[in-house]
């Protein structure tokens, strides 16, 4: 599956669970600290709220060479820096979660629309800015599809519902964590020892 159709689909199942999860249940416990609504105001800004912007943001030298680099930048920064990302994340969290109000299914459906349509207009070697770093929008963009995938299990879990997902895309971001995993060294545990 190529890595838009994969980004497509997991936005259209994040959509399809934001729309199951019982009304009675947003304000429930999510992940840590987070309220269930704190959790997918993280899914939905980090997954497809933040696209636009960034798909918009064009640069114009590769820094980062895959979606991993992306994922490995967190081992590089100082200790500070990531501390005030952690803080930032979690304040923007809450406020995307206030955001969905009252109908979250509406706002994450036009979310994916607004997404949808930005990646429809970039190149996958288009370059672009993200947290101070520049990626090929072809190595950038399957960083959004783990978060839609990984925080949409959690705030399936959270629910108590399924979120459906297609092999495809659970393949993609397998592999994904994967390489991560051999990456920082932890590439033994992926494979069972």
């Keep these: 599956m190529d890595y838009r159709r994969?980004?497509?689909?997991?936005?259209?199942?994040?959509?399809?669970?934001?729309?199951?999860?019982?009304?009675?249940r947003w304000d429930s416990p999510g992940l840590g600290e987070w309220t269930l609504r704190d959790l997918a105001g993280h899914a939905a800004s980090s997954g497809l709220r933040q696209v636009p912007g960034v798909l918009g943001n064009p640069d114009d030298e590769v820094e980062r060479t895959?979606?991993?680099?992306?994922?490995l930048l967190?081992?590089?920064v100082e200790p500070e820096a990531l501390a005030a990302a952690t803080d930032a994340s979690t304040a923007d969290a809450r406020e995307t979660g206030?955001?969905?109000?009252?109908?979250?299914?509406?706002?994450?459906g036009d979310l994916v629309g607004l997404a949808t349509?930005?990646?429809?207009?970039?190149?996958?070697?288009?370059?672009?800015g993200h947290l101070?770093?520049?990626?090929?929008?072809?190595d950038w963009l399957p960083t959004r599809t783990f978060e839609l995938v990984v925080h949409g299990?959690?705030?399936a879990a959270a629910a108590g519902i399924e979120m459906f997902l297609g092999p495809e895309v659970f393949g993609e971001v397998a592999v994904q964590a994967a390489r991560v995993a051999a990456a920082t060294g932890?590439?033994?545990?992926?494979?069972?020892r």
């Excluded at 997991?10 to 019982?22: E, G």
């Excluded at 895959?66 to 994922?71: L, T």
């Excluded at 206030?98 to 994450?108: N, Q, R, Y």
């Design 6 to 24: 994969a980004f497509r689909s997991a936005a259209v199942s994040f959509a399809d669970l934001i729309a199951r999860v019982p009304a009675d």
């Design 66 to 71: 895959s979606a991993e680099d992306y994922w």
């Design 74 to 76: 967190a081992r590089t």
């Design 98 to 108: 206030v955001a969905l109000g009252d109908d979250p299914a509406a706002v994450v």
């Design 117 to 128: 349509q930005a990646l429809g207009k970039v190149e996958d070697d288009d370059v672009v």
């Design 132 to 138: 101070g770093r520049r990626h090929a929008v072809r």
């Design 153 to 155: 299990l959690d705030v």
């Design 186 to 192: 932890d590439g033994a545990v992926v494979c069972g």
